[in-house]
């Protein structure tokens, strides 16, 4: 069984930083793509970030992008979310992912396991 805990979330003002991580047990993590997503109170899940197997390839959502970098340390079997430049928007809770893929996808569907999920909080 699959395992993924995440941890890192908490309160922070905006343009502040926090970096989450995502700790992954039960089967070889550097076979399988990982993603991020976030959910905010009264709104569907939405994807953040995904990374390849290797960590060569990343894809972002365009609300993110070039404040937020994926990064995986498959010595650990964790990978990363260092989210900067905060938003109030940004607040969720974020969950990270992991696909039995070698590919990122932006459909959570293709999802197979999940963390618990952590609580990111933004103050303006």
Known sequence: QVQLVESGGGLVQAGGSLRLSCAASGRTFSSYAMGWFRQAPGKEREFVAAITWNGRNT???????????????????????????????????????????????????????WGQGTQVTVSS
């Open 59 to 113: 894809d972002y959502a365009d609300s993110v992008k070039g404040r937020f970098t994926i990064s995986r340390d498959n010595a650990k079997n964790t990978v990363y979310l260092q989210m900067n430049s905060l938003k109030p928007e940004d607040t969720a809770v974020y969950y990270c992912a992991s696909r039995s893929s070698l590919y990122t996808s932006r459909v959570g569907g293709q999802y197979d396991y």
